[in-house]
T-cell receptor
Framework: DAEITQSPRHKITETGRQVTLACHQT?????MFWYRQDLGHGLRLIHY???????NKGEVSDGYSVSRSNTEDLPLTLESAASSQTSVYFC?????????????FGNGTRLTVT | RKEVEQDPGPFNVPEGATVAFNCTYS??????FFWYRQDCRKEPKLLMS???SGNEDGRFTAQLNRASQYISLLIRDSKLSDSATYLC???????????FGKGTSLLVTP
């Protein structure tokens, strides 16, 4: 069965370190997204991609970057981790279409920045 | 108006009750909407898609009112297992991503 997997499931890092969260999907979806979820804010879009070599900033992109070198993967990099980036991160993918396709989510990565 | 806004909740209802959540959106051009269910510390999962005036799936009914720009989710005969957070999802104003509401928490009690 097709799926979307995130790794690691949990990560503790120190302020200032570079951290990369992995996301891999076998749906063969063109669209991939990264969200963060915090109490009181719901899910907020960080970055998204509509295909290989395409990346776009979302609502809360500062301090984050992504790259899309193939269809299956969209790694999220925190260039210099800050305590404000402690959160739960969800990767998602969807079939092509402008906002009219539902998202399939990974299990999430719980990141703590100390 | 915010891109998507939901009833704040929480909703505490007894088993067997009928409960409804509302969600308003700002993008009048939106053609598709979704309700997701999220259990504590888990990923959101698609509950229903709404592409026209409404959709029904068993005990769950989603309705769309384009004139007033809101969608609703009705749950009949609530079960304990329905306890979760329900997220309203609409296309962003840019049309290229989906925006999530903050969610409405439902607790069904015995």
């Amino acid at each position: 069965d097709a799926e979307i997997t995130q790794s690691p499931r949990h990560k503790i890092t120190e302020t200032g370190r570079q951290v990369t969260l992995a996301c891999h999907q076998t749906w063969n979806h063109n669209n991939m997204f990264w969200y963060r979820q915090d109490l009181g804010h719901g899910l907020r879009l960080i970055h998204y991609s509509y295909g290989v070599q395409d990346t776009n900033k979302g609502e809360v992109s500062d301090g984050y970057s992504v790259s899309r070198s193939n269809t299956e993967d969209l790694p999220l990099t925190l260039e210099s981790a800050a305590s404000s980036q402690t959160s739960v991160y969800f990767c998602a993918s969807s079939a092509p279409g402008q906002g009219n396709s539902p998202l399939h989510f990974g299990n999430g990565t719980r990141l703590t920045v100390t | 108006r915010k891109e998507v806004e939901q009833d704040p909740g929480p909703f505490n209802v007894p088993e067997g009750a009928t409960v409804a959540f509302n969600c308003t959106y700002s993008n009048s051009a939106s053609q598709s909407f979704f309700w997701y269910r999220q259990d504590c510390r888990k990923e959101p999962k698609l509950l229903m898609s709404v592409y026209s005036s409404g959709n029904e799936d068993g005990r769950f009914t989603a309705q769309l009112n384009r004139a007033s720009q809101y969608i609703s989710l009705l749950i009949r005969d609530s079960k304990l297992s329905d306890s979760a957070t329900y997220l309203c999802v609409v296309p962003s104003n840019s049309g290229y991503a989906l925006n999530f509401g903050k969610g409405t928490s439902l607790l069904v009690t015995p």
